[in-house]
């Protein structure tokens, strides 16, 4: 099972990115999948996930949208409004539990992707 994220890079406080990760190696249709990031000098924090439902973080409420295409086996983020306080390594990460929000319930994760905000 490998999970691929991409999509990070630099933008500016207020612009936009969006991340994905591909995954392959089995399907994930029935599964958790979230993202969850490690900003410089701290630790994992989770940020959304979704199954049948979505779950964010509230820092990032109304800010970032997560999304995934079954068919594809794509999981996305779709960061707005970003700050500063965004940048940090965001990681794709795959579960076998019908939902999930922490961690340590999630079994597969991807290499990151890095996003910088400049003020």
């Known amino acids: 099972v490998q999970l691929q994220a991409s999509g990070g890079g630099l933008v500016q406080a207020g612009g936009s990115l969006r991340l994905s990760c591909a995954a392959s190696g089995r399907t994930f249709g029935s599964s958790t999948m979230g993202w969850f990031r490690r900003a410089p000098g701290k630790g994992r924090e989770y940020v959304a996930s979704?199954?049948?439902?979505?779950d964010y973080v509230d820092s990032v409420k109304g800010r970032f949208t997560i999304s995934r295409d079954n068919d594809r086996n794509m999981l996305y983020l779709q960061m707005n409004s970003l700050s500063p306080d965004d940048t940090a390594v965001y990681y794709c990460?795959?579960?076998?539990?019908?939902?999930?929000?922490?961690?340590?319930?999630?079994?597969?994760w991807g290499q990151g992707t890095q996003v910088t905000v400049s003020s």
């Open positions: 990460a795959a579960s076998r539990y019908s939902w999930a929000t922490s961690a340590q319930r999630y079994e597969y």
């Open positions: 979704i199954n049948w439902r979505t």
